[in-house]
């Protein structure tokens, strides 16, 4: 079978790299062509576009670069035209990926199935109208976007959640302490690890808020997961001669030997509290006191990290907008790091997060789901 994949960023690559490996087992003749990444690379097939060049965040970089992005997306039109897969498989992404499954649907009459739901639920809540109509069949990897689609009448698959089979298939799980600052010429000095995002503009926004807050943390090393795709110069640019390291390719590693950690929303918080470390969301927004309002009256979430939106509570604190200030961040790192009954509370939630989101296996159960449905005899009329 052929199969067409679309990815935008790096968490895209890497679940969409294990849907491919998944896919592969199932069909020994997938022939796959993609938008996506390194990771996707690897499993096989054409890349056509590296997420590099698609991802843009913002209105403003979005509309500086509105010809690149049409470009782009007319270029995959024409891709996917030509290479006549069996079924187009789009990864989160959604401003982009929705255009794409309405002219797919519209002009190619080829299935289109979407793997990782957009939050929708958060905001843009009638896009949900269009993916009923433009979207063959919806993986949704959180427990609560079934309930989300159910009231909508639209009929989704929960396939269980990739950070979860990520997670339990990592390298160096057994890894020690010991070993792991040895192997990267570290001190031996507890760890305070911060994750700053995956895009420049995130990193420019919430590194320097960060290194600020931890300055006064002694008896500490820190480090910064490196993200993929970024180069270490970037880095340089913020830590000047601060007694901070990067490194790269290691995030899972760094966090299985951290004490805490910073973290912006997104997948690094669901990955953070999968491996037990207490964290603290920190993200930073322009305008700060508008973006506070516009949370509090247009999003539909009482919550922007996916740790609070599974267990329905809060779990971990979310430090964004006017709250993210190098004091309350000072605060809480504190509270994590030297009051015993907090931190405890805060891992006994992520194991109840951990039950909820159910055992590994979501890119073998959403393979399965993709290729029956295009193997699947038409039933007779």
Request: aromatic share 12%; with cysteine.
């Amino acid at each position: 079978m052929k199969y067409y994949l679309i990815a935008g960023e790096a968490s895209g690559d890497l679940h969409a790299s294990n849907l491919m490996k998944s896919l592969k087992n199932l069909d020994a003749n997938a022939d796959f062509r993609f938008f996506g990444g390194d990771l996707m690379q690897a499993q096989g097939g054409v890349p056509v576009k590296h997420y590099r060049e698609l991802a843009y965040m913002g209105f403003i970089p979005v509309i500086t670069h509105l010809p690149v992005i049409m470009k782009n997306m007319e270029l995959c039109k024409k891709d996917i035209a030509e290479f006549r897969p069996d079924v187009v498989i789009l990864v989160d992404y959604p401003g982009f990926n929705l255009k794409i499954a309405k002219y797919v649907h519209d002009h190619l009459r080829i299935p289109v199935h979407y793997y990782i739901s957009p939050k929708v639920w958060a905001w843009k809540e009638y896009r949900v109208k269009s993916f009923k109509k433009y979207v063959d069949e919806m993986l949704c990897i959180l427990p609560f976007e079934v309930d989300f689609f159910r009231k909508h009448n639209y009929r989704v698959h929960y396939v269980g959640n990739p950070t979860v089979d990520a997670i339990a298939g990592r390298d160096h799980q057994n890894e020690t302490f010991a070993e792991f600052i040895e192997a990267n010429r570290l001190e031996s000095k507890p760890i305070i690890v911060l994750l700053a995002g995956s895009r420049k503009q995130e990193i420019s926004g919430n590194l320097p808020m960060m290194l600020r807050a931890v300055k006064s943390f002694e008896g500490y090393q820190f480090l910064i997961a490196g993200a993929p795709g970024i180069e270490s110069t970037f880095y340089d640019t913020f830590i000047e001669n601060q007694p901070v390291k990067v490194l790269f390719g290691q995030t899972y590693r760094i966090l299985a030997q951290s004490e805490a950690a910073l973290v912006t929303s997104g997948t690094a918080t669901l990955e953070t509290a999968l491996l037990n470390v207490p964290q603290i969301v920190c993200y930073r927004t322009p305008v700060p006191q508008l973006a506070y309002w516009g949370f509090k009256h247009v999003l539909h979430t009482p919550f922007i990290s996916l740790v609070n939106l599974i267990c329905g509570r809060e779990v971990v604190k979310e430090l964004f907008a006017v709250r993210f200030t190098e004091t309350n961040i000072r605060q809480e790192l504190h509270r994590l790091l030297n009051v015993q009954q907090y931190r405890n509370t805060m891992l006994q939630n992520y194991a109840e997060m951990r039950q909820i989101l159910g055992d590994p296996g979501a890119s073998d159960r959403a393979a399965f789901y993709v290729f029956q449905k295009i193997t699947q005899k038409p039933e007779k009329k």
